[in-house]
Nanobody, 124 residues
Framework: QVQLVESGGGLVQTGGSLRLSCAAS????????MAWFRQAPGKDREFVAS????????FYADSVKGRFTISRDNAKNTLTLQMYNLKPEDTAVYYC?????????????????WGQGTQVTVSS
């Protein structure tokens, strides 16, 4: 069993930056794939970025490519999402997710473990 706890959300102006963190506990995630998803009001949960823990390979949604960076800290068992040049359309609850194995999926249904989410609000 893996527990995930997100932190770092908040309110920021257009063009600003935020850094989200996801602390994993319960077991080491060095053989897992992890991802960030987001869900805006009235919309489906959508893929943002993912990382294969063993190799640190990263994958991004087109909407955030070049603005967001996903990374991991092995020593702290923590996943981060650095977000730059934020836009109002980035406003959503951001969720950290994990699944065993090295395969990368863009569908939320493929992930077994989820955090509680952290709100990101970008004002115009």
């Amino acid at each position: 069993q893996v527990q995930l706890v997100e932190s770092g959300g908040g309110l920021v102006q257009t063009g600003g930056s935020l850094r989200l963190s996801c602390a994993a506990s319960g077991r080491a995630v060095d053989s897992y794939s992890m991802a960030w998803f987001r869900q805006a009001p009235g919309k489906d949960r959508e893929f943002v970025a993912s990382l294969r823990w063993t190799t640190a390979d990263t994958f991004y949604a087109d909407s955030v490519k070049g603005r967001f960076t996903i990374s991991r800290d092995n020593a702290k068992n923590t996943l981060t999402l650095q977000m730059y040049n934020l836009k109002p359309e980035d406003t959503a609850v951001y969720y950290c997710a994990a699944r065993p194995g090295s395969s990368i999926y863009y569908s939320p249904g493929r992930y077994d473990y989820w955090g509680q989410g952290t709100q990101v609000t970008v004002s115009s």
